[in-house]
């Protein structure tokens, strides 16, 4: 044998990382079972209430993120142990917004316009002088490359 492999299979490193492999492969097996039920429980709470529910959305955004942290620590993309060796994840679950007014998103402090409502805009026919007529058209970028190549 050559002195890196004797090395590797003695270091005690890489046997406590399987170890930690083994136990992230049962909680992974686990956290799916819990995520298919959370489907389900999500389907079915949508079905009768018309609406999915907030809270089930949020456990289930963060339990896809333990979910990923542990494949990753699994495939070594990682080296930093998931939940409970580190926090559980936040959840990053974006808010719906109403349906009835869609806002503009301010482009620069202190403008006026940013804060009129869209559809009041549009059913008004005029917009403020600060805002262009007809909406900005972007080109995609390798459109805008190649234009540039060819000057």
């Given at each position: 044998?050559?002195?890196?492999?004797?090395?590797?299979?003695?270091?005690?490193?890489?046997?406590?990382?399987?170890?930690y492999m083994v136990l992230f492969a049962i909680m992974l097996q686990?956290?799916?079972?819990?995520?298919?039920v959370l489907v389900v429980v999500q389907f079915l709470f949508a079905?009768?209430?018309?609406?999915?529910?907030?809270?089930?959305?949020?456990?289930?955004?963060?339990?896809?993120?333990?979910?990923?942290?542990?494949?990753?620590?699994?495939?070594?993309?990682?080296?930093?142990?998931?939940?409970?060796?580190?926090?559980?994840?936040?959840?990053?679950?974006?808010?719906?917004?109403?349906?009835?007014?869609?806002?503009?998103?301010?482009?620069?402090?202190?403008?006026?316009?940013?804060?009129?409502?869209?559809?009041?805009?549009?059913?008004?026919?005029?917009?403020?002088?600060?805002?262009?007529?007809e909406p900005l058209k972007k080109e995609p970028l390798e459109k805008?490359?190649?234009?540039?190549?060819?000057?």
């Amino acid at each position: 044998m050559d002195e890196q492999l004797k090395s590797n299979l003695t270091s005690g490193k890489h046997w406590l990382r399987l170890v930690y492999m083994v136990l992230f492969a049962i909680m992974l097996q686990v956290s799916l079972a819990v995520m298919w039920v959370l489907v389900v429980v999500q389907f079915l709470f949508a079905l009768i209430s018309g609406n999915d529910n907030r809270n089930l959305r949020k456990f289930g955004d963060s339990l896809s993120q333990f979910i990923f942290q542990a494949i990753q620590f699994l495939t070594y993309n990682s080296e930093e142990k998931p939940f409970p060796f580190s926090d559980w994840p936040e959840a990053n679950v974006v808010e719906e917004e109403s349906d009835s007014v869609i806002t503009e998103e301010p482009e620069a402090a202190g403008t006026e316009s940013a804060e009129k409502p869209l559809e009041a805009t549009e059913k008004e026919g005029q917009s403020d002088a600060s805002e262009p007529s007809e909406p900005l058209k972007k080109e995609p970028l390798e459109k805008e490359i190649s234009d540039k190549e060819n000057k």
